[in-house]
C-alpha cells in the first residue's frame, strides 16, 4: 500500500523555521553544516574499523559483535529504504517554497524516513555493542547528522526522527539477537580464511 504522506502538514511549520534559521546563520556555519550532512557519515565508518581493531585484542567474540555493525547498518538502510518506498513523501523543498543550502532532489527522491539518520541511529546503537566510548560519540554524531538534514533543507523534522528510529531500532533487536550466538559464530569463522579478521594471534 502506497501512503503519499503530505509532510507539509505534519511539521511543515518548523521545517521553515530551521530553513530560514539557516539562511540568516554565519556562511561559515552552513558551510560546516553542509559539509556534515554530506560527508559525515564518513565518521561512523571509521568508528566501525577502530571498533573492530579494538574487539580483535579482547577475542573472537568481541570481533564478530564489531565485525557484524557494518551489516547492521546495511539491514536498517533496507528497511528504511522499503518505508520510502511504502511512504512516497515529497521532499519538502518540492511542496514548499523555501531556499535551501542544498539543491532540492529530483521528484521521486523520498523524503520519508531520512536514509542519513536511519544509518547514522543504526551504526551508533550497534557501536554500542561493540564499545561504550564509541558508541557515545557515534551517539553524538547521529544527533548532530538528524539535525543537520534539516538544517539543509533535506529533510522534515519527522523525517530525520523517523529515521533515527528506524535505524536505533533495527540495530538494537539485530545486535540483541546476535549477542545470543557470536560464541558459536566465532568457532564457525574461525574455521574459515576470515580466521584473520577475529582476533590478534596470541
Known amino acids: 500500500m502506497i501512503l503519499a504522506l503530505d509532510g507539509s502538514s505534519v511539521d ?11 539562511g540568516q546563520a554565519p556562511a561559515w556555519l552552513d558551510d560546516a553544516v553542509a559539509a556534515w550532512s554530506t560527508y559525515g557519515l564518513a565518521l561512523f565508518a571509521i568508528l566501525m574499523a577502530v571498533g573492530w581493531w579494538h574487539a580483535r585484542r579482547r577475542g573472537s567474540a568481541a570481533s564478530v559483535t564489531a565485525l557484524a555493525v557494518p551489516f547492521v547498518v546495511v539491514l536498517a538502510y533496507g528497511v528504511d529504504a522499503v ?36 544509518i547514522a541511529a ?18 553524538v554524531a547521529a544527533a548532530v547528522m538528524a539535525v543537520s538534514r534539516v538544517w539543509v533543507g533535506a529533510h522534515y523534522p519527522h523525517d530525520v526522527l523517523t529515521g533515527c528510529a528506524v535505524g536505533a531500532l533495527t540495530a538494537l533487536l539485530a545486535m540483541s539477537a546476535l549477542r545470543r550466538r557470536t560464541e558459536a559464530l566465532a ?11 577475529l582476533a590478534v594471534e596470541s
Open 187 to 197: 568457532v564457525r569463522l574461525a574455521a574459515t580464511h576470515l580466521r584473520p579478521l
Open 12 to 22: 511543515g511549520a518548523a521545517y521553515t523555521d530551521v530553513v530560514n534559521l539557516a
Open 122 to 139: 543504526a551504526a551508533a546503537v550497534a557501536l554500542l555493542f561493540v564499545s561504550r566510548r564509541l558508541g557515545s560519540v557515534a551517539v
Open 83 to 118: 518505508l520510502k518506498l511504502l511512504v512516497r513523501e515529497d521532499r519538502p523543498c518540492q511542496s514548499l517554497r523555501v531556499t535551501t543550502l542544498e539543491a532540492c532532489p529530483a521528484p521521486g527522491d523520498w523524503s520519508f524516513p531520512s536514509n542519513h539518520a536511519a
